[in-house]
């Protein structure tokens, strides 16, 4: 079974620009969370899909939005960038809501400069 | 809110035994789980305390105790390819939002 699939692996974009971020789950995992992983913050939750919809979003700003496709694939994209938008952009699949195991992909590293 | 606090970092010697702790404020979550990430690689689940005490893996043992918010987990026999990044995390009982602690990095020297 393929494991989660992040694209691209690497991305510099410079300040004021948009970028999209793509994340393919495991096959019959139905549930995509989304992190924000830097040096002095760890992994701070963005927000959840499942089934298409928004169940959880984390404290960020709305320059942040995501989406989630009928396939369970989804997107998350970031307005506006910032210099402190720089990090690792991380998906993770479960089977359900709420499993106790969540299967990561190997992220997306955005730089902003 | 839920908040896991764990050390920053912890170094230990090949053959050794560590354990890297983790506190937590929570109104409620399902379980302590915990993952492992290497440098430039992405978070791999480790183990999984649904109950308190505790659960062995091979080389890995997690610990929770509800009653003291607390929870670690304990490498044995320490090879330098332990030498990663390692985060607890609760799956919110309100919301099913998977949280992470700051995280420990552990350092094995030969």
């Known amino acids: 079974k393929a494991g989660v699939t992040q694209t691209p692996r690497y991305l510099i974009k410079t300040r004021g620009q948009q970028v999209t971020l793509s994340c393919s789950p495991i096959?019959?995992?139905?549930?995509v969370s989304w992190y924000q992983q830097t040096p002095g913050q760890g992994l701070q939750f963005l927000f959840e899909?499942?089934?298409?919809?928004?169940?959880n979003k984390g404290n960020f700003p709305g320059r942040f939005s995501g989406r989630q496709f009928s396939n369970s694939r989804s997107e998350m994209n970031v307005s506006t960038l910032e210099l402190g938008d720089s990090a690792l952009y991380l998906c993770?699949?479960?089977?359900?809501?709420?499993?106790?195991?969540?299967?990561f992909g190997q992220g997306t590293r955005l730089t902003v400069v | 809110g839920q908040s896991l606090e764990q050390p920053s970092e912890v170094t230990a010697v090949e053959g050794a035994i560590v354990q890297i702790n983790c506190t937590y404020q929570?109104?409620?979550?399902?379980?302590l789980s915990w993952y492992q990430q290497h440098d430039g690689g992405a978070p791999t689940f480790l183990s999984y305390?649904?109950?308190?005490g505790l659960e062995e893996t091979g080389r890995f043992s997690s610990f929770l105790s509800r009653s003291d918010s607390y929870g670690y987990l304990l490498l044995q026999e320490l090879q330098m390819k332990d030498s990663a990044s390692y985060f607890c995390?609760?799956?919110?009982?309100?919301?099913?939002?998977?949280?992470f602690g700051t995280g420990t990095r552990l350092q094995v020297f030969p």
């Open positions: 993770a699949s479960s089977p359900i809501r709420g499993a106790p195991e969540a299967f």
């Open positions: 929570t109104s409620g979550f399902y379980g």
């Open positions: 305390n649904a109950l308190d």
């Open positions: 899909y499942f089934s298409e919809t928004q169940r």
């Open positions: 096959s019959g995992h139905r549930s």
């Open positions: 995390a609760v799956r919110d009982q309100n919301t099913d939002k998977l949280i």
